[in-house]
Nanobody
Framework: QVQLVESGGGLVQTGGSLRLSCAAS????????MGWYRQAPGKQRELVAD???????NYVDSVKGRFAISRDNAKNTVYLQMNSLKPEDTAVYFC???????????????WGQGTQVTVSS
């Protein structure tokens, strides 16, 4: 059983900052890519940023220069530092991890339950 638990969402004013955390726990052998997605009301879920086990990062254009993704492999945790927040960043943010539960088992994508981020204008 694998769980991804997110924390750090909330309400912030335009220009403010928030830091999201997501910790993976349970039967974990290895984790490759971890990432953050978001879904605003009436819109499709989109990738915000992801990071490989070696630290290579990828960002959607709309957050480049404002958000920073990082991870602590020893803690199986991924973070998303969000600065200069805008109302259009308002969404439910979901953590994602591509992981294997054993040396001979295939990688499976797991999702967190989501955390609400609301940016007021």
């Amino acid at each position: 059983q694998v769980q991804l638990v997110e924390s750090g969402g909330g309400l912030v004013q335009t220009g403010g900052s928030l830091r999201l955390s997501c910790a993976a726990s349970g039967s974990i052998f290895s984790i490759s890519t971890m990432g953050w997605y978001r879904q605003a009301p009436g819109k499709q879920r989109e990738l915000v940023a992801d990071i490989t086990s070696l630290g290579r990062t990828n960002y959607v254009d709309s957050v480049k220069g404002r958000f920073a993704i990082s991870r602590d492999n020893a803690k199986n945790t991924v973070y998303l530092q969000m600065n200069s927040l805008k109302p259009e960043d308002t969404a439910v943010y979901f953590c994602n991890a591509d992981l294997s539960a054993g040396p001979l088992l295939p990688r499976v994508k797991y999702w967190g339950q989501g955390t609400q981020v609301t940016v007021s204008s």
